[in-house]
C-alpha cells in the first residue's frame, strides 16, 4: 500500500508560482507512475500531468503545458508539480496518485492524497 501526502499549496496572486510536493510511503513509490490532477467546486476531477516511474516521460494537459512541470525524486520518494504564471483559473485542490501505468484517466490511479488547496486571486 502507498500513502500519499501533499503540500505547498496557498494563497498567491495572479501570476505568481507554487511549488507542489508530494512525499509517498513505501518502499515501491519508484515503480509507479505518478500523476496530479486537481477539483475546482462544481467541477469534476481533471488530469493535469503524468511522470512515469523513472521520470523518463512526462504528459502534462493542454491548459498547463506551458506553465507547469512535473518532476520526481525517487531518492527521495517525492514527486513536485512546479506551477508559474498561474491564473485563477488554475484555483481548485491538487492531488496526487499513483497508477502501475502511466495515464491521464484517474479511474486508473489505485492510491490518492487527501489534497492541497490552491487558491490564485486576480
Known amino acids: 500500500q502507498v500513502q500519499l501526502v501533499e503540500s505547498g499549496g496557498g494563497l498567491v496572486q495572479a501570476g505568481g508560482s507554487l511549488r507542489l510536493s508530494c512525499v509517498a510511503s513505501g518502499r515501491t513509490f519508484r515503480s509507479y507512475a505518478m500523476g496530479w490532477f486537481r477539483q475546482a467546486p462544481g467541477k469534476e476531477r481533471e488530469f493535469v500531468a503524468v511522470?512515469?516511474?523513472?521520470?523518463?516521460?512526462?504528459y502534462r494537459a493542454d491548459s498547463v503545458k506551458d506553465r507547469f512541470t512535473i518532476s520526481r525524486d525517487n531518492a527521495k520518494n517525492t514527486v513536485y508539480l512546479q506551477m508559474n504564471s498561474l491564473k485563477s483559473e488554475d484555483t481548485a485542490v491538487y492531488y496526487c496518485?499513483?497508477?502501475?501505468?502511466?495515464?491521464?484517466?484517474?479511474?486508473?490511479?489505485?492510491?490518492w492524497g487527501q489534497g492541497t488547496q490552491v487558491t490564485v486571486s486576480s
Open positions: 496518485a499513483s497508477a502501475s501505468h502511466y495515464g491521464t484517466n484517474p479511474d486508473e490511479y489505485n492510491y
Open positions: 511522470i512515469t516511474w523513472n521520470g523518463g516521460r512526462t
